[in-house]
């Protein structure tokens, strides 16, 4: 279910608006896409004139970036240790920006936005 992003139906006063109109699709927002450990899933999402958004369903590699040497590369997550968004979320697995995972190269942050952005990239941690 999509979620109204137009004005309130109330005022600042606490008072009732009357809207002139109807509401419209581009007020529309999107449901939380809550990422997963798991074999890559992707969904293509339309956007507004006809751009298309790739939402990461599930996933299991990350970009792993190593701040002392500077080089990247992709490794395979392994289980989601503290996310900081919601404590259940570590249970369930569910990977957001700021989450720390562990990997098959050590600790890592999550930098992006898996849901919003369709990668996972993540910064090693000391």
Same mark, same amino acid.
């Given at each position: *279910?999509?979620?109204? $992003?137009?004005?309130?139906?109330?005022?600042?006063?606490?008072?009732?608006?009357?809207?002139?109109? =109807?509401?419209?699709?581009?007020?529309?927002?999107?449901?939380?896409?809550? *990422?997963?450990?798991?074999?890559?899933?992707?969904?293509? &999402?339309?956007?507004?004139?006809?751009?298309?958004?790739?939402?990461?369903?599930?996933? $299991?590699?990350?970009?792993?970036?190593?701040?002392?040497?500077?080089?990247?590369? $992709?490794?395979?997550?392994?289980?989601?240790?503290?996310?900081?968004?919601?404590?259940?979320?570590?249970?369930?697995? &569910? &990977?957001?920006?700021?989450? &720390?995972?562990?990997?098959?190269?050590? =600790?890592a942050r999550i930098t992006s936005r898996p849901g919003q952005d369709g990668i996972v990239n993540a910064v090693?941690?000391?």
């Amino acid at each position: *279910m999509s979620t109204w $992003q137009g004005r309130s139906r109330r005022k600042k006063s606490g008072g009732r608006r009357l809207f002139a109109r =109807k509401k419209r699709k581009f007020e529309l927002g999107s449901d939380t896409v809550n *990422m997963t450990l798991g074999e890559t899933r992707t969904k293509a &999402i339309r956007g507004r004139g006809g751009s298309v958004r790739h939402r990461l369903l599930k996933g $299991q590699l990350v970009n792993v970036s190593d701040p002392k040497d500077g080089t990247t590369r $992709q490794v395979k997550m392994v289980t989601v240790l503290e996310n900081p968004a919601n404590p259940h979320y570590v249970r369930r697995n &569910i &990977i957001t920006k700021g989450a &720390i995972v562990e990997t098959e190269a050590g =600790k890592a942050r999550i930098t992006s936005r898996p849901g919003q952005d369709g990668i996972v990239n993540a910064v090693l941690l000391k």
